[in-house]
Structure formats: structure tokens, C-alpha cells
């Protein structure tokens, strides 16, 4: 019989186990609704501003205390367990947690559809990623050092950089000197519906969101196209694909 739980302290230790865990969720959600509080009255340009200062303070604060408790050591604010970890071990760690981040977005997506249905999910599907995509560009912007108008090398080197460039198959091809062309060759969510007989996900809408408003955050002059995105048709070799081109 359990006993009765009136504090922290009369947990068991399972129980001190998974509290631990949710306060680490309610830490990333507070995190959140900072960032997204000041990009709603300050707007995203002082939200950015803001969080590249909180978050590597707050990193560099959790990691310490973390590795006080647990017994790692940081060597340049990187845990030193990563840092023993070979490059195999390391790329296994990146790709699950890139698979983490798509499944957690499958998630989310689901828990809207299936309480308010297809329409609502894709209506905060795409309003999620006119924020996200951004977002991601300015964080892998910041990662490779790329400056305010890298134009369409930048742009590349970018979109190799994003999480789905892990657990996804994607390509390019240079469409004369102030363009390329950008293919998804193989995309995992397709791919897993394509196995069960299911038709594409209707994901141009979100798409066009998700691609104009990434390329823009990378280089206000590059203009984005879409030559096909389901449910448009498109052959086999591809499930989507964009233009990209830079304004004379």
C-alpha cells in the first residue's frame, strides 16, 4: 500500500526519480514561455537578442550544477562524457535526438488532431513553423558564424545544417548563377506513411511557411518557389522541392 504523500520528502525513491524529470520539463516549458513572451511584447528581434544572452548563461549554469551532482566535469562548457565519446557514439547521439525532435513533433501535432480535428493541427502546424523555421535559422546561423547576408552558399550550407537534414534524404542542383533548386529525396514522414499504404501528408502548406520564412531569416534577398509539394503530384525521386533564388 502506498503511503500517504504530503511533501517532497515522504517520496520513495521512484517517486523522487520522476519528479526530478518533471521539474526538468517545467524548467524547458518556463524557458519557452519566456522566450515567447518577450517576442510577443518586445517582438523577435529583441526575443533573439535576449535569448542569446540568457541561454548561454542558463547552460552554462545548469551543467555546472548538474555536473557537481552527477560527477562530470566541462571542458570549454561541453560535459567531457560527450566530449570522451567517439565519433560514431556521437553521431548515434545526434541522430537520436534529431528523431526525438520529429517525433516530438508528430506528438503534438496528433494530440491536436485527434481532439480537435485535421484542420486545427495543420492551422497551428503551420503557425508553429512561421516561428520555428526562423528561429532555426538564426540558431544555426549563429552556430556557423554565416553573417546577415551569407546569399544562396549560405543558404546551403543552412539547410544542411537543419535537424531534418539528419533523419531526412535531401539534394541540390544550381539553377544558373542566382539560383538552386532544393529537393526532399526522401522524407521520413512520407516514407513511414508510404509503408502503410497511406497517401502524402498534405504538407505544402506548412511548407511554404516553413521554407520562405527559414531562407529569408538567412537572407532577407533570397526569394523561395515551390515546384512541388504534396498533395501536388511529384515523381518518385522526390517528395518536395524548392527554388531558391537571390533578388538582383
Same mark, same amino acid.
Request: glycine content about 6%; aromatic content about 10%; hydrophobic content about 40%.
Given at each position: 500500500?502506498?503511503?500517504?504523500?504530503?511533501?517532497?520528502?515522504?517520496?520513495?525513491?521512484?517517486?523522487?526519480?520522476?519528479?526530478?524529470?518533471?521539474?526538468?520539463?517545467?524548467?524547458?516549458?518556463?524557458?519557452?514561455?519566456?522566450?515567447?513572451?518577450?517576442?510577443?511584447?518586445?517582438?523577435?528581434?529583441?526575443?533573439?537578442?535576449?535569448?542569446?544572452?540568457?541561454?548561454?548563461?542558463?547552460?552554462?549554469?545548469?551543467?555546472?550544477?548538474?555536473?557537481?551532482?552527477?560527477?562530470?566535469?566541462?571542458?570549454?562548457?561541453?560535459?567531457?562524457?560527450?566530449?570522451?565519446?567517439?565519433?560514431?557514439?556521437?553521431?548515434?547521439?545526434?541522430?537520436?535526438?534529431?528523431?526525438?525532435?520529429?517525433?516530438?513533433?508528430? &506528438?503534438?501535432?496528433?494530440?491536436?488532431?485527434?481532439?480537435?480535428?485535421?484542420?486545427?493541427?495543420?492551422?497551428?502546424?503551420?503557425?508553429?513553423?512561421?516561428?520555428?523555421?526562423?528561429?532555426?535559422?538564426?540558431?544555426?546561423?549563429?552556430?556557423?558564424?554565416?553573417?546577415?547576408?551569407?546569399?544562396?552558399?549560405?543558404?546551403?550550407?543552412?539547410?544542411?545544417? +537543419?535537424?531534418?537534414?539528419?533523419?531526412? &534524404?535531401?539534394?541540390?542542383?544550381?539553377?544558373?548563377?542566382?539560383?538552386?533548386?532544393?529537393?526532399?529525396?526522401?522524407?521520413?514522414?512520407?516514407?513511414? +506513411?508510404?509503408?502503410?499504404?497511406?497517401?502524402?501528408?498534405?504538407?505544402?502548406?506548412?511548407?511554404? &511557411?516553413?521554407?520562405?520564412?527559414?531562407? +529569408?531569416?538567412?537572407?532577407?534577398?533570397?526569394?523561395?518557389?515551390?515546384?512541388?509539394?504534396?498533395?501536388?503530384?511529384?515523381?518518385?525521386?522526390?517528395?518536395?522541392?524548392? +527554388?531558391?533564388?537571390?533578388?538582383?
Amino acid at each position: 500500500m502506498t503511503l500517504p504523500v504530503n511533501t517532497i520528502d515522504d517520496l520513495d525513491q521512484p517517486q523522487t526519480a520522476r519528479l526530478i524529470m518533471d521539474v526538468m520539463h517545467r524548467t524547458i516549458i518556463h524557458y519557452a514561455l519566456w522566450f515567447t513572451e518577450i517576442r510577443h511584447q518586445m517582438g523577435m528581434e529583441k526575443a533573439l537578442e535576449c535569448l542569446s544572452e540568457a541561454s548561454s548563461r542558463s547552460l552554462g549554469i545548469q551543467l555546472k550544477r548538474l555536473g557537481k551532482i552527477l560527477g562530470f566535469e566541462l571542458q570549454d562548457g561541453i560535459p567531457v562524457p560527450l566530449l570522451n565519446m567517439d565519433k560514431k557514439e556521437l553521431a548515434a547521439l545526434l541522430d537520436g535526438a534529431s528523431i526525438n525532435w520529429l517525433a516530438n513533433d508528430g &506528438v503534438w501535432f496528433q494530440s491536436v488532431e485527434f481532439t480537435n480535428g485535421m484542420n486545427d493541427a495543420k492551422r497551428c502546424n503551420d503557425s508553429c513553423w512561421a516561428h520555428f523555421s526562423p528561429f532555426e535559422a538564426w540558431a544555426i546561423r549563429r552556430f556557423l558564424d554565416l553573417g546577415d547576408q551569407p546569399g544562396l552558399d549560405g543558404l546551403k550550407k543552412a539547410l544542411s545544417f +537543419r535537424i531534418y537534414a539528419r533523419i531526412n &534524404v535531401q539534394s541540390f542542383e544550381d539553377d544558373g548563377p542566382d539560383a538552386f533548386i532544393f529537393r526532399m529525396n526522401d522524407c521520413r514522414v512520407q516514407a513511414a +506513411r508510404k509503408a502503410k499504404n497511406l497517401d502524402d501528408y498534405p504538407c505544402k502548406s506548412g511548407g511554404l &511557411v516553413e521554407y520562405t520564412y527559414f531562407a +529569408r531569416a538567412i537572407d532577407p534577398r533570397i526569394q523561395t518557389e515551390c515546384i512541388g509539394c504534396p498533395p501536388d503530384d511529384h515523381p518518385d525521386a522526390w517528395y518536395c522541392a524548392w +527554388r531558391f533564388s537571390l533578388k538582383p
